[in-house]
């Protein structure tokens, strides 16, 4: 293998998913012992040497796919399939028309799961080159330094954005703390509808609305968690999946999306599902058998920085 002397990583001051992705990754080049540099998309047109140097290695994100046809040997990264509803229709077509880019200039294109793969394909007739999952950023790998306290949390982790969902499993998260007034709901985030989510649960002592949070915090939250809830059923995989099951905590998501390829064995307990409808009694029945289930030891194997660091290593030499 042709091992590129560094690596460029384009994703910045990014927020959410991309960022973390872009910071994991350069975790696992930094194990393998190859110098990189994670920039802003913005800033690549000013590494001109660089984006044609083929020993540099390229992994191109977002706005920075647009760079593909500058570059030499680049990879890019579909990190999910562009909705409306959630981009807009501006940023839907400038998604599609980079991946199309990235097609037409022969550089690899990556879906971070066979369901965003599926999907770029099927609907978009994009050419998929491969997938490779999320890596686990390396601070919820870390062993944990005193035993896990007790699991009084349900939570949330994610943008506060219509297509997650959130407004519609409240309801079913009241639902069941009126049942167990042994628990408490943590939602961690920020986004557009925070104010309206505050509203909905009219100030119930019982959720508490913490806003950004860096990832020890978000892993010490997960500490003492017994359910990550999720309602977006596009997610591309879930990064705040792998981070929940890293740290013991059981997941409930709807029956769709990348994060069911996480661990396909664990569906059913560590994993619970509930239906697309959003119906409150199937999600409080879904967070039920989940609260029922042991957390998981340890996430499978496959999920470290440095192993998905080495899959694009891989698909660099194509």
């Avoid at 044609?52 to 680049?74: D, E, M, W």
Wanted: charged content about 15%; aromatic content about 6%.
């Amino acid at each position: 293998m042709n091992t590129p002397d560094r690596v460029l990583i384009s994703g910045g001051r990014e927020v959410g998913g991309v960022a973390a992705f872009a910071a994991s990754l350069a975790e696992g080049f930094n194990a393998l012992g190859i110098p990189v540099e994670v920039i802003p998309p913005r800033r690549l047109l000013q590494r001109w040497r660089d984006l044609r140097n083929p020993q540099v290695l390229k992994i191109l994100s977002t706005t920075g796919v647009f760079a593909a046809p500058l570059c030499r040997r680049a990879v890019c990264v579909a990190h999910g399939f562009p909705r409306a509803d959630a981009q807009g229709w501006l940023r839907f077509v400038a998604i599609l028309a980079s991946f199309r880019l990235a097609n037409l200039c022969g550089a690899p294109l990556v879906a971070v799961s066979a369901y965003v793969a599926a999907h770029l394909n099927g609907l978009f007739a994009l050419r998929i080159d491969g997938v490779v999952h999320n890596a686990l950023a390396g601070v919820f790998l870390e062993p944990q330094e005193t035993p896990v306290p007790d699991r009084p949390w349900l939570s949330f982790v994610g943008r506060l954005h219509p297509v997650k969902n959130l407004q519609h499993l409240l309801p079913a998260l009241q639902a069941l703390l009126d049942s167990r007034p042994d628990l408490r709901v943590c939602i961690i985030g920020e986004g557009p509808m925070r104010a309206a989510l505050e509203a909905q649960v009219h100030g119930d002592a019982r959720f508490e609305f913490r806003g950004q949070q860096d990832s020890r915090a978000v892993r010490k939250q997960l500490q003492r968690s017994r359910v990550l809830i999720s309602g977006c059923e596009t997610e591309a995989l879930g990064i705040a999946y792998l981070e929940a099951l890293s740290q013991g905590c059981n997941v409930v998501m709807p029956a769709a999306g990348g994060g069911l390829e996480i661990a396909p064995q664990w569906i059913g307990s560590h994993i619970q599902l509930m239906p697309l409808t959003f119906e409150r009694g199937a999600i409080v029945s879904s967070l039920q058998r989940a609260l029922l289930s042991e957390g998981p030891a340890a996430l499978p194997d496959g999920f470290r920085p440095e192993q998905i660091a080495a899959a694009y290593l891989q698909l660099s030499q194509v």
